[in-house]
């Protein structure tokens, strides 16, 4: 049984980590606010985006040469993975889940003899993929600069990936990301960026009467070669609003479970010591009380 | 005349959306003017400013810079994504 001065002792270095936990809890949540507020904001233009990318896919067909940000390289052998995490860790297992994910389409396609490439942003991703596959990793960015994620973040990203992509260094690329659900749950994700994933299209993906009067200025192909690359940042810029959402929202579960914890560790440390002061009390009085006696 | 819906969006918000007159557009190939019932139409932008007339051919326009992206006409109005869009404070 340790003694009263070190249960003493215990009990205020937990507080004070209570007290850390606690505080850290309360600035993810005021930054949760504001992260989930600029992630909602953005949703608009990444949906309507969306619709003008169905609606012009739908019009243009696929020939050898339709932009390759489209159609593709015509090869899969090469996929680069672009994995989102923090730049801060104490986030529960915020940055492991995106991870893990990407690490499983990363064997997923080793095993099937492709090569694999990793895009690092965030700095958080780095120790486990550099454990795993060392020299895979091509480029990083860092985000440790910025404090919120802004559009030319974005931007800057995309505009390195889709140079690398011209310039041949990969065929397919994946974005890895946590989708915010909820302050409780965020969903890592899988997405393919490079080359545009269509959406079914189909006859029934545009209503053709509407859709076929549309009067293009420049050309719809010169629009789309416009667009394809703007779609790629948007798609980045979503993920890392997302990712900023979902970071702040499993940090502040993550601090809440830690204060909560450091509260029942307390309480367990307190009662063991009014015990043991309870029992040096009552040993102290029958030293007294047998002395009086043998008087 | 019915006014036309116009929406202005950027990557990082919803900037303005609204039912005006008529919406003067900086399109690539040259300026257009959108008033409601306008063709379905697309066009890429280029740098320069948005006039927004709010009731009539004779008000003072409002003007909104924007930067790269591109306009939409169709039967729900006018939808504009721009990259950057400067709101005069």
Do not use: W
Not at chain 1, 35 to 49: F, H, L, S, T, V
Not at chain 1, 58 to 67: E, F, G, H, L
């Amino acid at each position: 049984m340790a003694s009263l001065k070190a249960l003493k002792g215990r009990i205020a270095s937990v507080k004070s980590t209570q007290k850390i936990t606690k505080a850290m809890k309360m600035v993810a949540a005021a930054k949760l606010r504001r992260a989930q507020q600029a992630a909602e904001a953005g949703r608009p233009y990444a949906q309507r985006m969306e619709q003008v990318m169905a609606s012009l896919a739908s019009k243009v067909t696929i020939s050898p040469q339709s932009p390759k940000l489209l159609a593709g390289t015509g090869a899969e052998q090469t996929h680069l993975l672009v994995v989102c995490t923090s730049d801060r860790g104490l986030a529960g297992a915020f940055n492991s889940n995106i991870v893990r994910a990407a690490r499983r389409v990363a064997d997923d396609l080793v095993r099937q003899g492709r090569t694999v490439h990793f895009y690092l942003v965030g700095r958080k991703g780095r120790a486990v993929i550099a454990r795993l596959y060392p020299r895979q990793i091509v480029a990083e960015h860092d985000t440790s600069g910025m404090k919120f994620a802004g559009f030319s973040d974005a931007q800057a990203i995309a505009n390195d990936i889709v140079q690398r992509f011209h310039n041949g260094q990969f065929d397919v690329a994946h974005l890895f990301y946590a989708h915010f659900q909820s302050a409780l749950v965020q969903e890592p994700v899988a997405q393919q960026i490079i080359p545009v994933p269509m959406p079914e299209a189909g006859p029934a993906a545009a209503p053709a009467g509407a859709s076929a009067a549309i009067e293009y200025e420049p050309d719809e192909e010169e629009i789309l070669a416009q667009l394809l690359p703007r779609n790629v940042a948007v798609q980045i810029f979503r993920a890392l609003l997302e990712n900023a959402a979902s970071e702040q929202g499993s940090r502040m579960t993550a601090m809440d479970n830690a204060t909560r914890n450091a509260g029942d560790m307390i309480n367990r440390l307190s009662i063991a010591y009014n015990r043991q002061r309870q029992a040096a009390i009552t040993t102290e009085l029958v030293e007294i009380i047998s002395g009086a006696e043998a008087l | 005349m019915a006014d036309l819906h116009f929406e202005l969006v950027t990557p990082e918000r919803l900037v303005r959306a609204d039912d005006v007159f008529m919406v003067v557009v900086p399109g690539t190939e040259g300026d257009f003017g959108v008033l409601a019932g306008h063709a379905p139409f697309m066009s890429t932008l280029r740098n320069g400013d948005l006039a927004i007339y709010r009731s009539g051919m004779n008000d003072t326009p409002e003007r909104i810079p924007v930067e790269g992206g591109f306009a939409e006409v169709n039967d729900r109005g006018l939808t504009i994504l721009a990259e950057r869009a400067d709101l005069p404070a």
